[in-house]
T-cell receptor
Framework: DADVTQTPRNRITKTGKRIMLECSQT?????MYWYRQDPGLGLRLIYY???????NKGEISDGYSVSRQAQAKFSLSLESAIPNQTALYFC???????????????FGPGTRLTVL | GNSVTQMEGPVTLSEEAFLTINCTYT??????LFWYVQYPGEGLQLLLK?????DKGSNKGFEATYRKETTSFHLEKGSVQVSDSAVYFC?????????????FGAGTRLAVHP
């Protein structure tokens, strides 16, 4: 079984609709992240969370919100979807361990979202 | 600021050819450097990493050496296979003493033909 899972894997929605993307992990990691991937732009960080009580904005948080329901679950919401939010969305987890800042991130398979 | 620049793709090679994907970075301090790979339809996976100057990361026949003097971390493989076809991302975590965000390059698509 995959360590980081995302649901749904594909979603088509209409402008103005509210949509939630979900991420679950069985790695026992405290840190979780949401990224979006656009062609030619690499991955950009939307939000990240160090633990259940810690939520932080990334570089492109406008139009998005998140909820950390438990250590293992981190959801991304688009309150009112717009076409330029069409992208591939990835969840990731990491555990800094004893080394501190250079922790490896583990990615889910992605959710392809299309906003019409 | 901190940034990563990769060579534009796609890179198209025949099987058993030599691969180089260039990556240069701009960062304050002494960053950790990574290569991630994304196979079709999948999420990113860590391929290799290096955390200090002159370190060489290696995995699955791929290598990259942390060159501080040229601020580079080029990915190489001596003989590519069709199964290496994927998108490769160079990334860094700047060392700043607090939370260190992973910063990605734009990615380079590699296509290997039989």
């Amino acid at each position: 079984d995959a360590d980081v899972t995302q649901t749904p894997r594909n979603r088509i929605t209409k402008t103005g609709k509210r949509i939630m993307l979900e991420c679950s992990q069985t790695k026992g990691h405290d840190r979780m992240y949401w990224y979006r991937q656009d062609p030619g732009l690499g991955l950009r960080l939307i939000y990240y969370s160090f633990d259940v009580k810690d939520i932080n904005k990334g570089e492109i948080s406008d139009g998005y919100s998140v909820s950390r329901q438990a250590q293992a679950k981190f959801s991304l919401s688009l309150e009112s979807a717009i076409p330029n939010q069409t992208a591939l969305y990835f969840c990731a987890t990491s555990d800094p361990g004893l080394a501190g800042g250079s922790d490896t991130q583990y990615f889910g398979p992605g959710t392809r979202l299309t906003v019409l | 600021g901190n940034s990563v620049t990769q060579m534009e793709g796609p890179v198209t090679l025949s099987e058993e050819a030599f691969l180089t994907i260039n990556c240069t970075y701009t960062a304050t301090g002494y960053p950790s450097l990574f290569w991630y790979v994304q196979y079709p339809g999948e999420g990113l996976q860590l391929l290799l990493k290096a955390t200090k100057a002159d370190d060489k990361g290696s995995n699955k026949g791929f290598e990259a050496t942390y060159r501080k003097e040229t601020t580079s971390f080029h990915l190489e493989k001596g003989s590519v296979q069709v199964s290496d076809s994927a998108v490769y991302f160079c990334a860094l975590i700047p060392f700043s003493g607090g939370y260190n965000k992973l910063i990605f390059g734009a990615g380079t698509r590699l296509a290997v033909h039989p």
